[in-house]
């Protein structure tokens, strides 16, 4: 698989309905449970993994750790490095068991567009 570059700030313009993925950390105990949009490149797609197809998400804001978003789609039809816009449901302090714990997770995501 190959590496997919991170995008640096300013590279991907902010969906005009949506949010910045720094905003989606520094607001999310008043988005949660809320439906948000953002715009942003996929860095890694897993599929298959509990049922689902996860995306990990960048848009070239906030700092590690919380410069990327995780989202969990039935769509598989991103690839590493499409730049998308999704709408989905944002659901904080994840915890799936084992390594799988998330801050925010981004649930039932539609892709709107490539």
């Known amino acids: 698989e190959t590496p997919v570059s991170t995008p640096v700030a300013g ?7 949506g949010k910045t993925i720094a905003e989606l950390f520094s607001e999310y105990e008043t988005l949660k449970d809320k439906e948000v949009t953002i715009r942003a490149k996929v860095i890694k797609v897993k599929k298959n993994i509990l049922k689902k197809t996860w995306l990990t998400l960048q848009d070239g804001t906030g700092s590690a750790p919380d410069d990327k978003l995780h989202a969990t789609t039935s769509a598989a039809d991103a690839q590493p ?9 944002l659901r904080t302090d994840i ?3 084992g390594q799988y714990k998330y801050k925010l997770l981004l649930e039932e995501t539609t892709i709107l567009n490539k």
């Open 11 to 17: 590279e991907i313009e902010k969906a005009s309905d």
């Open 81 to 89: 490095g499409d730049i998308i816009v999704v709408r989905g449901i």
């Open 95 to 97: 915890d799936l068991g």
